[in-house]
Structures are given as C-alpha cells and as structure tokens.
C-alpha cells in the first residue's frame, strides 16, 4: 500500500495576523510557518504507524507551493516519511490545490491518501474531498481513528452527537483529526535523515482558480471579561438575559 | 547605510585576547546564522519541553518516582543525550554550537534542564574525554543513549569551592584488583537515578585527586535521602556515601592525579553550557512577563502600557541580547580553536579540550553574566506579576527560585570572577599574552596630551571607540593594581573582583556591538533599528558599570598624584556621549509588547 500525504504550511498559532494591500493580502513579514497540525500530528504520524506496523510499504509527502515551503515539508521528512514532491504552484483556492495534487497522484498510483481535516489557516476543509472526487476514489472525512486490514480500510468518524464505523476498499481518500494518532517531535536521526531525502519539485498543472479572497476583516476586539463572586448568582442570571442576551 | 563587515584575512584572536585586540564582525558567529537543519533541532527541543515538561512541572517538583528518569529516557529517545557525542560512540557528532543551542532552548525546562546539563556535561564528557577506548565503548552509547544516566561527585562537605581539598580516599586492594573508596560526596545532581557517578578520590597520600568510573551497582556505594532545596526541586540533589566501595582498577580514569585536571576542565565547558541554558530561560520568563503585561489592567490600561514596566521589559531583553552575542561569539572561538588545534594534526578529543581551555577565560565570564542576567530576568518578572508574582499557582515563582542556584553550582561566581582576572594575568605572566605591551601605551597615553579627536559618523563608529577604551580602563586599573599590589593582589579580593566586573562588561560589550554591526550587513540598518538601540544602552550603562568599578578598585590602591592621573584616565576612558536611553528602552520594549513574546 502506498499512502501520499498532504501537507501545508501555515502561520504559527501565535503568528501576529497582519493585511496589506487595502486588507486583501495576507501579510507573511515575520510570520514563521509550521506544518498544518492537523497534516502533521495525525495524517501524516498515522501514515508513520501504517509503514512501522506494516500494511504500508512507501509514505510519500505532497505539498502544493512555492520553494518558502521547502522547510516546513523538510521538516515532515524529519518526523518520517520515505520522500516528498513540492507542486511548483501558489495558490489559496481549494479547487486548484486539489486539482494539483490529484493530477500527481493520479499518475503515480497511491492507495490512500491522508490530509488533515482542515488547514488551520483557511480551514476550508474541503481540499481532501476534491482530491477524491478528482481521483474518483472514495472518501471519508473527520476520521478520529483508523485501521487498515488487507484491502480494507476501517475508520471511525465523528458524526453530529456522535461516531459511526465505516469500512470501505482502497483507494480511499480520509481526512484526518483528533485521535487518529499521537503527535510526534522529529528526533535527532530523522533530522539529520531529512536532509539526504528525495525532494522533487513538479511544475503545476494548469488549473485556473476557482474562486479567490477578495478581502479580509479582524473579528472585533474581545471585550473585557466581567468577573461575578460565586454567591451572587442573581446578578449573574440579570446579566447573562439583559447584558449578553443569552438567556 | 550598509557598512562592509568583510575582512581579506581572518583574525585568529586567542582567548584572553579581547582585552589588547580588535575583533572584526564578519568573524564572530551570531545566533542568526543558524541554519535549517540548527532550528531543527531547536525546535525538537522546545517541542519536547512543551509536551513532556511544561504539562508536569509540579509532579517534576515533587519529585513523582521515576519521572525525571523516564523524561531522561525520553529525551535520549529523541537523541538529545548524545548531540555531540561522536558517532562511533552512539551520538551524532554535531558541533559545538549545535549543543550550545541544544542547551538553550532546554534551558527553560527549570529542573529538566538542570538533569539534562548534568547528565550531558558533568555525566558524560569525563568519560568521552579521558576514558580509554574500553571505558569508552563500555560508558558512553549507554550515556548518549539515554539508557544509563551520569553523574558526577566532585564537591564534598568541607570541600566545595577548595574541590582539590576533598578527604575521600582510594587504595588499592591487595591483588591489586580494585580501588576501595571511602568517603562522602555532596550535593550530587542526578544521584537519585544514576547509573554511573565519576568519582574524584585521592589515591594513598596523593596530593591531587584522582577520578574513577563508578557504577551504581558496585557494592559499598549508597546515597542519602534528597535534599530539600530553594529551587529547581525536581532535580534529584543527594549525598554518596562511600564505603569500602569496590572499583575495578580498570576504572580508572585517565591517570592517577590527573583528576584535578579533568575537574578543570570539564567546567570549562560547563561554565559555557550554564550560561547558554540562562538564556533560553531568560527568553522565556521574559514571554511570561510580556503575555501577562499585555493581560493585567490596572486603572483602565494593560501595564505593558506603563514606561515602568516597559522599562524592565526592554531591561530584561536588553541583558539577555547581549549575554547570548558573548555566548555564541566565545562558543564559536571554542570551536574553531580546536579545528585549528585537529588541522594541525593533534587528536580530536585532544584538541577539544585545549580549544576549549583556551577560552576559559570567556566561559567564566559567560558563567557569571548568564547567571546574573537570568536573575535579574525573573526578579523583575516577579516584579511584573505583582502579587501574582508571589504566588506559588503562576510561573514566576518557579522561575525565581531556580534561578539563584545558578550562581553557586559550576564555580560560584565569586570564583569565576577571580578566575577571570586570575587567568588573564597569568597567561600575561607566562609570556602567552601579550598585556605588558598595551598596559604601557595606555601608561604613556595617560601623561601625554588627550586626543580630544572626535571619530567619524559612521554607524558604530562611537561605540567601537567607546569599546577600545574600555580596554584602556581596564589595562589602566589592571597594570595600576599589579605595580602596586604586586603578590598582594591575589589577597585584595575587592579589586579582584571590581576588574573582572570590568573585563565581564567589555567582552560583553564588544560581543554585543560585533553582533548587531553583523546584523545590519546582512539585513540592513533599517530592519535593526531596536537592535541597535540595545547596543548603545547597554554599552551606555557598561561604561557606567566600568567606571563605578575602575573608581572602587583605583582608590583601593592608588593614593595621591598617581591616583588623581589615573582617575582623569578612567574618566576619559569611560565617556560617552549623551544618550536617550529612555526613549531607546521604549522602542526596545514596543517590539516585544507588539510580539507579545521575546522577539530579539
Ligand atoms: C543544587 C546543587 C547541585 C550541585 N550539583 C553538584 C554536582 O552534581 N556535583 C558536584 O560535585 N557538586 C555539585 N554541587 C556543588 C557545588 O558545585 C558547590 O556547592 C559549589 O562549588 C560551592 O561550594 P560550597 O557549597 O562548598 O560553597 P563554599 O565553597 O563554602 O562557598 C561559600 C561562599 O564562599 C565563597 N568563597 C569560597 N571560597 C572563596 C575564596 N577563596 N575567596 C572568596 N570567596 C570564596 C563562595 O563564593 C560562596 O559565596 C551542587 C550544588 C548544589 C547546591
């Protein structure tokens, strides 16, 4: 079996979040990127476990962008992963994202491939669900645990007020959180390891956009948090219906 | 302006050297070098910190059974026991600055990180230094491992700062077998869940101390209960007992009375690696202060709004800047005195050692400026906190009281103080370096007419002058108190340690000045604008700190014309041209408001 992985970089959770360009431009001046943690710490750890316990024989990563991507899928070789392919191509825009990945994938042949249920930046959450339908494979999404058996993909979905158990064939397309693995910290052999692994580049498939971001706007600053003593239930009961108006 | 740091042939500036010589910016090794594969590591690191240590700092502190070993295990699990371990001994051979980094960033792992130094410094390098292939092969891909832990039993109860005076004895049995050590260790860091404890002993009567490889396993060796400490409780801190303790005579290391020497040595790199993990402390605590400065509101506004608080801010970052130049600056020197040292033929480990005690000099320095940087780090991050300061539920308490230890432990600082000035005179006296020359010139300058010159307007060009005049200063007071004092000088312990404040402010400064005039060629000067600000307030303030200490140590021993001519001198040599440094603080401070984070 052989798994592909997509991986994205994205600003670091504690990245000041900037515009320019009359708020139409994400602004990256000092902003250092990470693996998307949904890609790292449960497709792609996940994708680990599938080759160390067996039923994968080759884990290979994908990301779509430009060469300031490099590190952050040199540092996904360094946690594992046999060799990764960087799609020469920048864009934001879910469909052409998709559209470059399955083009790879369509002609080398993956059984599974893994993504994060969302990317912590955009989180449109949809990139996993084109790459099935462009490569007419089957997919599951928000997987929180999965088992693999011959040809035979069990994966545990966290559904509306629950979860339900599906099975379904390779291939298989499965977007990935919570539970489906542990996160890992590259150790120092993997680190080191990184550095003499393949890393292609492919130029992008030509795909033109199918939408793109025409501005963005900061949420309101967070108001400042009432504290009420814990024997004045009344006031807060009078405040949560007059002031909040949630009750 | 961009100024050209580039220099046609390098500088080879011998430790010690920085008093009498210039060093050129494109030669100095600067934190923004590191590369990908560097950050790598670092993060893996603060990764792990954030994973395994930070969720469990109290069940660390109250010492749960079997933690501290289990996140050493687990460290060594990711090889961060054996960073620069060769190879061939179950390491991964990365230089020295690689470990320094290493060091850093777990720095801020409070009583991980004191396990972590020990075990890789102190618990491992006698062996990897001195041990012969079999001790080698045997010890240390255990060590660097993580699958046995080191520790290392220098200090005893009447012998601490005096280690050379300790009263624990081997003799050799009568077959000639084993050593039979008796005696009491004290104060010894991973005790409780090591496997294997280098032991400094004098043999018979010897006069120097001799040190030996000593399992946990071997029979007669046993510890005491922990000890109940201020700070950094995690770290397990036990007496060894010795008692007719039965040590094969192949565990010997190195030669007999060779242990002084290995005792001195190790701390060299000790001194360094303390000072590299107070930095990565100090960048932290002062993240805790800035997140919890932009949360606290008093009278309608956060507090990081307040010039007093910004004050300390900028403070706090504006030591610690400058501590981390001077680290990786002498880090770097280390490193490539012993490449010169292996190109030359001599045997690497060899090498390691002499490249490094070259440079004691600068480790003690770092030692004391890394240690008193961090402290003044977290007391004014208590500071910061108000009464959350004092409380035992938010992080500054913690960091308070794991501080202070590390003022007393590797060499207390009054030690490494005296060390620092003793060092440098007797290098002088051994003809090694060169200070009688310079020492003169300043005496002859001191009588002849002041060179009232100005300097050009170049950027840096104040604070190189400024620099090359501390070192005037300090030759002044240095030469004045040798002609005076003469043999005294080792007794008058005031001066001692006025001209090693000073010789600390002038390496610093220097390092400072050669990193942030680095830094503007490569990025330009208009992205170091807050980089620059802490060059000119630190070497603003150094020159006060100079001239305060040249004051005290010159009317200790001057007296009369000659001391009236000697503090005109100081005076000019630690002038320094009117500075905002109010306003300076405050962009310093902006920068790390805005980051909500430590950000130089
Ligand atoms: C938590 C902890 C962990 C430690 N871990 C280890 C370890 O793993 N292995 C190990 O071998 N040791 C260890 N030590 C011991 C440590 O190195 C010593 O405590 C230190 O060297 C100081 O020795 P001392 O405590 O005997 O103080 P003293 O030497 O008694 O010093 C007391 C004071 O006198 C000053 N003083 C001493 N001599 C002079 C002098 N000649 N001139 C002027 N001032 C002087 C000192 O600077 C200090 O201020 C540890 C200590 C602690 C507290």
Redesign the pocket.
Known sequence: MKILVCISQVPDTTAKIAFSDNNTTFNTQGVTFIINPYDEWYALVRALELKESGPATAVHLVTVGKADAEPVIRKALALGGDEAIRIDADSNDPYSIAANIADYAKAHNYDLVLCGKESIDYNNGSVGAMVAELLDMNFLGFASKIDVAGTTVTVKREIDGGEETDACELPLVISCQKGVAEARIPNMRGIMAARTKPLTVVAGAAVAAVSSITGYEMPPAKSGVKMISADNMDELVKLLHSEAKVI | MIMSTENATKTTIKGGEFLIKESHAAEIFIPEEWTEEQLMIADTCTNFLAQHVNPNLVRIDEQEEGLMDDLMTKAGELGLLGISVPEEYGGFGKDFKTSMLVTERLGAGHSFSVAFA?HTG?GTLPILYYGNEEQKSKYIPKLASGEWKG?????EPSA???ANSGKTKAKLTEDGKHYLLNGQ?M???NAGFADVFTVFAKIDDDANLSAFIVEKGFEGLSLNAEEH?MG?KG?S?RQVFFNDCKVPVENLLSERQNGFKIAVNILNLGRIKLGGGTIGASKEVISQTVKYANEREQFGRPISKYGAIRYKIAEQAIKTFASESAIYRASQSMEEATDTLIAGGMDPIKAKLKGTEQFAIEAAIIKVHGSETLDYVVDEGVQVYGGMGYSAEAPMDRAYRDSR?NR?????N??NR?LTVDMMLKRAMKGELDLMGPAQQVANELVSIPDFGGTDDTLFAKEKKYIANFKKAILMAAGGAVQKLMMNLAKE?EVLMNLADMLIELYVSESLQLRVEKLVSMKGEDACKEYIDIMRVYINDAAENIFKSGKEALNAFAEGDERRMMMMGLKRFTKTEDLNTTEARRNIAAKIIAANKYCY
């Open positions: 020990a102190i520790a290392y039993c220098l200090t601490g700062s005096d260790k104060w010894i860091t400490k950094i770290s801190t230890i007393i432990f590797e060499g207390t009054e030690i005296m312990q």
